[in-house]
């Protein structure tokens, strides 16, 4: 077994959910930096679960960092064991996070390994990428080892196919919270926060219309050009013969750089004053997107040889574009994260890390 495909199975095998610690799997990837100067930058969570990211640098300052997160999105859907790494015979790695993203921060890791003397080799290992990017904040507001390093660009290596992507869309959250009186429903004594809701809820699918089809809201350079806007409502486990003690809608909207948020949020703020329910917004940050003909960009299509790209999803990026100029680039296929039965191609993986390694040494 080769040493990325033996590093992306160990990490596998640790459950690093987003709702978990993962300070066990920080402290087995500190294993794989000796020699590198390490600095752990811990924090508890909002719901109390210690969690940790991770700095690491060997040789001089400047040059390029690697950046990948430990975390990974729930287990749902699988039907086996998520975290017992499993090698098929077409040469694919299964386990959650194989290809989102432990098989990518595997190569990452063998690449600043390997890189030559004095060859600058900097790691940005990251946590909570998948609910809040708070590791990747952390790193970007509090790492003392950044601030010296003097950084000239970052890899994010999410799944790309080896493709450099020089820009993708940020998001903002909005919760909207309907409240109710619970009780058993025939007695007519509840109120069911749904009611509440429902008025708030109607005034979305214009936004969503205008999202759609209103020039104002495409970017032609994002595939697809309209703007993401997901809802998802909860009751919270009520039964039907119970009325609902609180409603929650939320959604996700993403926007690329070209794409001006502020008339949408002002028409759900204004929806959910309308309907008398409270709303939050949360903006994850600015999107981050490197112009066609930046150096950085210029560089990674050198290496790679291919075109540079944009990409719907988001990335730790948000956040750490504070720091450096990033690009994402990763091995696997974005369409096989987050699905039950999640796998990545060792190829791939050797192929990245030897990716990696060149554009380590062209910083």
């Known amino acids: 077994m080769s040493p990325v495909l033996k590093l992306a199975t160990d990490l596998i095998a640790i459950d690093s959910r987003s709702a978990v610690s993962n300070l066990p799997l920080a402290e087995r990837i500190a294993?794989?930096?000796?020699?590198?100067?390490?600095?752990?930058?811990?924090?508890?969570?909002?719901?109390?679960?210690?969690?940790?990211?991770?700095?690491?640098?060997?040789?001089?300052?400047?040059?390029?960092?690697?950046?990948?997160?430990?975390?990974?999105?729930?287990?749902?859907?699988?039907?086996?064991?998520?975290?017992?790494?499993?090698?098929?015979?077409?040469?694919?790695?299964?386990?959650?996070?194989?290809?989102?993203?432990?098989?990518?921060?595997?190569?990452?890791?063998?690449?600043?390994?390997?890189?030559?003397?004095?060859?600058?080799?900097?790691?940005?290992?990251?946590?909570?990428?998948?609910?809040?990017?708070?590791?990747?904040?952390?790193?970007?507001?509090?790492?003392?080892?950044?601030?010296?390093?003097?950084?000239?660009?970052?890899?994010?290596?999410?799944?790309?196919?080896?493709?450099?992507?020089?820009?993708?869309?940020?998001?903002?959250?909005?919760?909207?919270?309907?409240?109710?009186?619970?009780?058993?429903?025939?007695?007519?004594?509840?109120?069911?926060?749904?009611?509440?809701?429902?008025?708030?809820?109607?005034?979305?699918?214009?936004?969503?219309?205008?999202?759609?089809?209103?020039?104002?809201?495409?970017?032609?350079?994002?595939?697809?050009?309209?703007?993401?806007?997901?809802?998802?409502?909860?009751?919270?486990g009520s039964a039907v013969n119970v009325t609902v003690a609180r409603a929650t809608a939320r959604i996700k909207f993403r926007h690329s750089a070209r794409v001006d948020p502020a008339p949408i949020q002002a028409a759900v703020e204004a929806a959910a004053r309308a309907a008398g329910i409270a709303l939050t917004a949360v903006a994850d940050g600015v999107p981050p997107e490197l112009p066609p003909d930046h150096p950085f960009v210029a560089l990674a299509e050198r290496i790679s040889g291919l075109s540079a790209t944009t990409a719907a999803y988001g990335t730790d990026a948000t956040a750490l574009q504070a720091i450096a100029p990033c690009i994402v680039l990763g091995p696997g296929d974005i369409g096989q994260a987050h699905a039950p039965d999640e796998w990545v191609a060792t190829a791939s993986l050797a192929a990245a890390a030897d990716l990696f390694g060149r554009m380590l040494a062209a910083g």
């Not at 040789?59 to 017992?84: E, I, K, N, R």
């Not at 390994?113 to 946590?127: F, Q």
């Not at 450099?164 to 409240?179: C, K, L, S, W, Y």
């Not at 809701?197 to 595939?223: C, K, S, V």
């Open 31 to 236: 294993q794989e930096l000796t020699g590198f100067e390490l600095e752990p930058i811990d924090w508890i969570d909002a719901a109390g679960v210690p969690k940790r990211a991770l700095v690491a640098h060997r040789g001089p300052p400047g040059g390029f960092a690697l950046s990948g997160h430990m975390d990974t999105v729930p287990d749902t859907g699988w039907q086996t064991d998520p975290w017992a790494p499993r090698l098929d015979q077409d040469g694919r790695l299964h386990g959650l996070g194989a290809v989102d993203m432990k098989g990518p921060l595997a190569a990452c890791i063998l690449a600043a390994r390997h890189a030559p003397h004095g060859v600058p080799a900097t790691l940005l290992i990251t946590t909570d990428e998948e609910t809040t990017k708070e590791g990747a904040r952390r790193i970007a507001r509090d790492s003392a080892l950044v601030r010296r390093l003097g950084l000239e660009g970052i890899i994010v290596a999410e799944p790309t196919g080896l493709r450099p992507v020089r820009g993708h869309r940020a998001n903002i959250q909005f919760t909207a919270t309907a409240e109710g009186v619970q009780a058993h429903s025939a007695t007519g004594r509840g109120q069911n926060a749904n009611w509440q809701l429902l008025p708030f809820l109607a005034a979305l699918p214009p936004i969503f219309e205008r999202l759609r089809h209103d020039p104002a809201f495409q970017d032609p350079a994002y595939d697809p050009p309209f703007s993401d806007f997901n809802l998802v409502l909860d009751n919270h």
